[in-house]
């Protein structure tokens, strides 16, 4: 029986072929940008070339981690205001397989209770735009945004005088709510908790 890869491992090998590609040590020599011969002749394809290589190379994963049952799921340890959680969070070159948004969804209400108690008193906006853009909203408000989503992960920008930590709360599959590449059917939406006086930078 041939060795399955962990996620860490599936991490790492992914980590490796983007530098590969990076380098130009692997390029999808057929890309073509316009598909016209006379005017890709005069176009430089290789990033291109590179971003496509490493696409194809990462679906591949996306279907070994299918094949084999590998999680996309990586624990993360977050630390605000002598508060501590340990919560699950999908890989961003990863997938997440059908087991993996069940832990997403068993961690939603720890990560919403975390997350309210060390914002309390802080400023609170959603995003949009593609976080161009930010309104100030009030608690009611991310309640009921809670209530229609499934599941949530955080991120901090944190330095000695500034502080903002993000919520976003998540539908259907993550690999397409971070990129917004999924709506209806997959998305997310993002609080951002600031001091007060303060805007989100995130």
Not at 68 to 87: A, C, D, F, P
Not at 168 to 189: D, F, I, M, N, V
Request: charged letters at 25%.
């Amino acid at each position: 029986m041939s060795k399955v890869y962990t996620t860490q491992e599936l991490i790492q090998i992914l980590a490796d072929e983007r530098q590969a590609c990076l380098k130009g040590k692997r390029l999808k020599l057929e890309v073509k940008v316009s598909g016209n011969p006379v005017i890709d002749q005069f176009i430089r394809t290789d990033g291109l070339q590179k971003f496509t290589a490493y696409q194809d190379f990462k679906a591949a994963i996306h279907d070994y981690q299918r094949e084999n049952q590998v999680s996309g799921i990586i624990w993360r340890e977050m630390t605000v205001k002598g508060k501590t959680l340990h919560y699950p969070e999908v890989d961003t070159e990863l997938i997440a397989l059908t087991s993996d948004l069940e832990i997403l969804k068993a961690a939603k209400n720890s990560i919403l209770e975390f997350w309210y108690e060390v914002t309390t008193g802080m400023d609170l906006y959603l995003s949009f735009n593609n976080s161009k853009q930010h309104e100030q909203i009030a608690i009611p408000d991310v309640e009921r945004i809670a209530q229609i989503t499934e599941w949530a992960s955080l991120w901090k920008w944190e330095n000695s005088s500034f502080l903002e930590i993000i919520l976003q709360l998540g539908w259907g599959k993550p690999e397409e709510a971070y990129y917004k590449r999924g709506r209806p059917r997959s998305g997310s939406e993002y609080i951002h908790a600031v001091n007060p006086g303060n805007r989100p930078i995130g």
